[in-house]
């Protein structure tokens, strides 16, 4: 599976919009990526996840650069909820399991 | 709604012990995965079943670990003779479809925390 880089740690205020970045350069013409994102003491949980078009959902957008060699996740309006560890991840065949990293944990501040 | 269901929540087992770890995947959802999650560091994959099988098992980290997905639904993930090392969070997940394909999201649950002392 395509490396991803992503910033250890970013901060936010509350009401803020934030921009998570991700680096996947190694990626080919068929992977997905994905973002997923882990609240304290619970699993993973899936935000959104894109090919080549932008896309939008009620948590969040996914903007992908017009190489593929990177993306953002952009939550709109941050609160207090979002603080979490968010993972950017890429897969490449039908079939095959998610490979985590360590994410960007994201701190929010009121 | 009913999602993924692990248990039990917490386990605390001493060295040498066999622990088994359930997951009652979302009904319906053919893909079922294993993940560990040791402190400060992301999931790491373990196993991956479609239906009965174990469509890869590449993350196993030896062969105290095992699992079972008998029936297509229900799993269980096996640890022989425990070791300190083993002591995490083990989340499971299920999907519709496999993760690596457009709608495979996965839905996780809370993960059972292993403590072996």
């Known amino acids: 599976d395509a490396k991803t880089t992503q910033p250890n740690s970013m901060e936010s205020n509350e009401e803020e919009p934030v921009h998570l970045p991700c680096n996947h350069s190694?990626?080919?013409?068929?992977?997905?990526i994905h973002w997923y994102r882990q609240l304290p003491s619970q699993g993973p949980e899936y935000v959104i996840h894109?090919?080549?078009s932008n896309v939008n959902n009620r948590m969040a957008s996914l903007a992908i650069a017009e190489d593929r060699k990177s993306s953002t996740l952009i939550l709109h309006r941050a609160t207090l909820r979002d603080a979490a560890v968010y993972y950017c991840?890429?897969?490449?065949?039908?079939?095959?399991?998610?490979?985590f990293g360590k994410g960007t944990t994201l701190s929010v501040s009121s | 709604g009913a999602g993924v269901s692990q248990t039990p929540s917490n386990k605390v087992t001493e060295k040498g012990k066999y622990v088994e770890l359930r997951c009652d995947p979302i009904?319906?959802?053919?893909?079922l995965y294993w993940y560990r999650q040791s402190l400060g560091q992301g999931p790491e994959f373990l196993i991956y079943?479609?239906?009965?099988?174990?469509?890869?098992d590449s993350g196993l980290p030896n062969d105290r670990f095992f699992a079972v997905r008998p029936e297509g639904s229900v799993s269980t993930l096996k640890i022989q003779r425990t070791e300190r090392g083993d002591s995490a969070v083990y989340l499971c997940?299920?999907?519709?479809?496999?993760?690596?394909?457009?709608?495979?999201?996965?839905?996780f649950g809370e993960g059972s925390r292993l403590t072996v002392l």
């Open positions: 997940a299920s999907s519709l479809a496999p993760s690596g394909v457009n709608t495979g999201e996965l839905f």
């Open positions: 190694t990626i080919s013409g068929t992977d997905y």
């Open positions: 894109g090919l080549t």
């Open positions: 991840i890429i897969s490449n065949q039908a079939g095959t399991a998610l490979i």
């Open positions: 009904s319906g959802h053919t893909a």
């Open positions: 079943f479609q239906g009965t099988g174990a469509a890869d």
